[in-house]
């Protein structure tokens, strides 16, 4: 289900892919080790609907806000998304493009990836400002429901209709996975 995926649950339980990974997860939020072997703080997991407010300011859930609360990066995704790091996180995922051959390709990528990154820090209540720019992006514009998704090491902002369409294909591949 989840190749290549496993974590320690809080037991000392080595479990590989399946739904008995998401539930501890989902369960424990601290401690997990991630893919790469980082002993991750906080993950997230879940998706949420709310909408913009008029300055383009969207509400994070709670359970979000913890792993976010020392800054974030806001950055264009590959599928018409948002992408959502913590500083550190950003970090790490920067190295990694950096990393890519700079041909002319590579360098084109680099330029969208941080030219059109956004450091932010949540204010009192949790909310994220959005650029005018990453709005556009993602088609975010006005009073837009947007789904706010946990996606283990970082956060997805969508355009609500984009994303059910998204989710709907991907669910229904993944039901025809077969192992």
């Known amino acids: 289900?989840?190749?290549?995926?496993?974590?320690?649950?809080?037991?000392?339980?080595?479990?590989?892919?399946?739904?008995?990974?998401?539930?501890v997860a989902i369960t424990t939020h601290k401690g997990?080790?991630?893919?790469?072997?980082?002993?991750?703080?906080?993950?997230?997991?879940?998706?949420f609907f709310h909408s913009l407010d008029g300055k383009g300011r969207v509400v994070l859930p709670s359970t979000f806000r913890r792993g976010l609360?020392?800054?974030?990066?806001?950055?264009k995704g590959q599928d018409g998304q948002l992408v959502i790091f913590s500083v550190d996180d950003f970090e790490a995922k920067a190295a990694?493009?950096?990393?890519?051959?700079?041909?002319?390709?590579?360098?084109?990528?680099?330029r969208t990836v941080f030219g059109g990154a956004?450091?932010?820090?949540?204010?009192?209540?949790?909310r994220l400002l959005v650029k005018p720019d990453l709005r556009r992006f993602a088609a975010l514009e006005g009073s837009t429901e947007?789904?706010?998704?946990?996606?283990?090491?970082?956060?997805?902002l969508w355009n609500r209709d984009r994303y059910l369409t998204d989710r709907a294909t991907g669910d229904e591949s993944f039901v025809e996975e077969d192992d």
């Open 1 to 23: 289900m989840f190749p290549g995926w496993d974590c320690v649950c809080k037991w000392g339980k080595r479990l590989t892919s399946g739904w008995k990974w998401v539930i």
């Open 32 to 47: 997990v080790s991630s893919a790469d072997g980082r002993k991750r703080e906080e993950v997230f997991l879940g998706e």
């Open 118 to 126: 956004d450091h932010q820090d949540l204010d009192k209540s949790g």
């Open 96 to 110: 990694e493009v950096m990393e890519k051959q700079q041909n002319r390709s590579g360098r084109r990528f680099s």
């Open 146 to 156: 947007v789904a706010v998704v946990g996606v283990f090491d970082h956060v997805e």
């Open 69 to 75: 609360e020392e800054g974030c990066v806001v950055a």
